[in-house]
């Protein structure tokens, strides 16, 4: 596959990380030429200094990992993550508002995706699909697609499972082409990341970008 690198976005998001591999992130995403580096909002500051002359999109999140604040706490973080130089914000929907049957989720996407535009940047939801049936990933999808989400991202990284082959295949069917589907959790080799690109993931968020690299360009030589 042509460009594997621009469908890679290299994660960092351990509670105990640590300032020499956030370089080390940022060092691999310019060798690399990553379509982005997703990072907690402490360094927001940091990667947009050392990635404002590349092509490379500063990725943040909002409310994780579990989405439990409330959208006034969201708000204001995505505020300041837009202010420190986030490009991309990846916020954790309220799963306990979808799962009680609430609108809430809807209305607090809107909010966040208003406030995104107004300054040119983008929205990712994560929906945790671990905790979704496919009725309700479908009405997940459909609830982020009309409130003006950006992407549909498939987790955090702190479920039980993370990116699924069937649920990227799923989320492709029932969202908008114009929709992007960030495939995201548990993705650390070639052969995994490629079939969630064939079943439609347009973004691959992983923790593993310059290993699956490395498996890349060794199976070119193959």
């Given at each position: ?45 940091k990667a947009k200094r050392e990635l404002r002359e590349q ?168």
């Amino acid at each position: 596959m042509k460009n594997l690198n621009r469908y890679l976005e290299s994660t960092l998001l351990r509670p105990a990380m640590t300032e020499r591999e956030v370089d080390l992130l940022i060092k691999e995403a310019i060798e690399e030429q990553f379509v982005g580096v997703c990072v907690p909002p402490f360094w927001v500051k940091k990667a947009k200094r050392e990635l404002r002359e590349q092509d490379i999109q500063v990725v943040t999140v909002i409310g994780f990992p579990f989405g439990f604040e409330d959208t006034a706490t969201k708000i204001t973080e995505t505020k300041e993550a837009i202010l420190n130089g986030a490009d991309e914000l990846d916020m954790v929907w309220s799963q306990t508002a979808f799962h009680s049957g609430m609108s809430w989720p809807k209305i607090e996407i809107a909010q966040i995706a208003k406030i995104c535009h107004a300054e040119e940047r983008m929205l990712k939801v994560i929906i945790e699909t671990a905790y979704l049936t496919p009725e309700q990933l479908r009405e997940a999808c459909l609830i982020c697609q009309d409130a003006g989400a950006d992407f549909v991202k498939t987790s955090t990284g702190y479920a039980a499972s993370g990116a699924r082959v069937e649920d990227i295949r799923l989320m492709r069917e029932i969202l908008l082409s114009t929709i992007g589907i960030k495939a995201s959790g548990g993705i650390k080799s070639l052969d995994f990341a490629l079939e969630l690109i064939r079943a439609g993931a347009d973004r691959i968020g992983t923790s593993s970008a310059k290993a699956i690299m490395d498996a890349y360009r060794s199976a070119e030589r193959y």
